[in-house]
Structures are given as structure tokens and as C-alpha cells.
T-cell receptor, first 111, second 117 residues
């Protein structure tokens, strides 16, 4: 069964600080990996999408990394802002139409 | 439209009643997905449409769940004889192609929060 595991489940950081979220997956054959941000009561919004050959991709203060050999990805948030408070979801797809979702990491940024 | 639209935003229904959830995808998007998100859980795949046909219905939890798509556009997810365990947020997403395989972007609606009492 394809699985996507995220850690930590939740974290609290002070405004202006950095944090890193982890994603491990067993989806095979691997097609791409995405990070989504989901604000409370809203649908997920894409941050980055990476294919097998990409090691890193940035979107503003968000930087995602991918190690396809170890099947690990991370999302780094730099200089956090209050608006970064949300759930961050790792999504991995095999070479099909299906997307496998992690349970998400809930980030709370405090002033 | 500008984005994926779902209605209603919230639905409270009595156990045993039928409910119908609606998804309006982005115009021109051929692929449409339904997911279910329970509290503290990851998104659970329900069904995938390519055009009006559903190649994969394997994610539907029981025969009380059904979905259809007409005109390659609007989709409805119907839950018959609702049970309390059906309570969740139901999310719809659309993409130009099959998002996973084609590395294309999948855009999500805001979801319908269903509460069965």
C-alpha cells in the first residue's frame, strides 16, 4: 500500500523563525511530489511540485527538497509570518492519476 | 469560473437522509477528483472522472455513495441513507489532465463540511 508519512504532527514557532517539515513516502513508481498549504476551512493550495529529477524548488519563503533515493522530502519555511499558520500536506503520486496524501503538519506561528 | 466551486459549504443532515454535494470545476478541466477529509486524517481518495466517465470508483466507501458528472463539467456526489461516520469534509479538485501522471496542477475547492446528526 502506498503511504505518505509526515512529521511532526504539529509544531509551534515564533514569528520570524524558520522551521522544517518532513515527509517520507513509499509510493512507487514515483512520479512527483507536491506540498500543499491548507488554511482552516479552505481547500489545499499548491506550494511546490517536484519530479524525480528535481532536488529543490522554492516558492517565496517556502523551499522544498526531494531525495528520491531515500524517498524523503522536506519543506523549509523561512522567516515565518503569522499567515503561515496552516496545515502543510505532502502529496505523492505514482505514475497513475491517484494522489496519495499525508496527514499533514499543523504549523502555528505566534507573535 | 475562476476556481473550483463547491456547494453547499456546510450541510447538517439527519441520519438516514440522502445528501447531494456539488462541484463546479474550472472551465476546461477534464479531470475531476473527489476526496474525503476526516478530522486529523489525510485526504482519502473517493473517485476520479476523466470527462464524464469514472475509470476508478474504488475509493467509494460503500454502495451508499455514488457520483456522476455531466457535460464534462459539474459533478455531484450523492450519499444515501447517511450515517454518522459519513461526517467529514468532502473536497473536489480539478485539473487540465490527470494531475498525478501528467504533473499538472490540481486545484481544490473549499470543500463541503458534512455533519450527520
Amino acid at each position: 500500500k502506498n503511504q505518505v508519512e509526515q512529521s511532526p504532527q504539529s509544531l509551534i514557532i515564533l514569528e520570524g523563525k524558520n522551521c522544517t517539515l518532513q515527509c517520507n513516502y513509499t509510493v512507487s513508481p514515483f512520479s512527483n511530489l507536491r506540498w500543499y498549504k491548507q488554511d482552516t476551512g479552505r481547500g489545499p493550495v499548491s506550494l511546490t511540485i517536484m519530479t524525480f529529477s528535481e532536488n529543490t524548488k522554492s516558492n517565496g519563503r517556502y523551499t522544498a527538497t526531494l531525495d528520491a533515493d531515500t524517498k524523503q522530502s522536506s519543506l523549509h519555511i523561512t522567516a515565518s509570518q503569522l499567515s503561515d499558520s496552516a496545515s502543510y500536506i505532502c502529496v505523492v503520486s505514482a505514475k497513475t492519476y491517484k494522489l496519495s496524501f499525508g496527514a499533514g503538519t499543523t504549523v502555528t506561528v505566534r507573535a | 469560473g475562476a476556481g473550483v466551486s463547491q456547494s453547499p459549504s456546510n450541510k447538517v443532515t439527519e441520519k438516514g437522509k440522502d445528501v447531494e454535494l456539488r462541484c463546479d470545476p474550472i472551465s476546461g478541466h477534464t479531470a475531476l477528483y473527489w476526496y474525503r477529509q476526516s478530522l486529523g486524517q489525510g485526504l482519502e481518495f473517493l473517485i476520479y472522472f476523466q470527462g464524464n466517465s469514472a475509470p476508478d470508483k474504488s475509493g467509494l466507501p460503500s454502495d451508499r455513495f455514488s457520483a456522476e458528472r455531466t457535460g464534462g463539467s459539474v459533478s455531484t456526489l450523492t450519499i444515501q441513507r447517511t450515517q454518522q461516520e459519513d461526517s467529514a469534509v468532502y473536497l473536489c479538485a480539478s485539473s487540465l489532465k490527470a494531475a498525478a501522471r501528467e504533473n499538472t496542477e490540481a486545484f481544490f475547492g473549499q470543500g463541503t463540511r458534512l455533519t450527520v446528526v
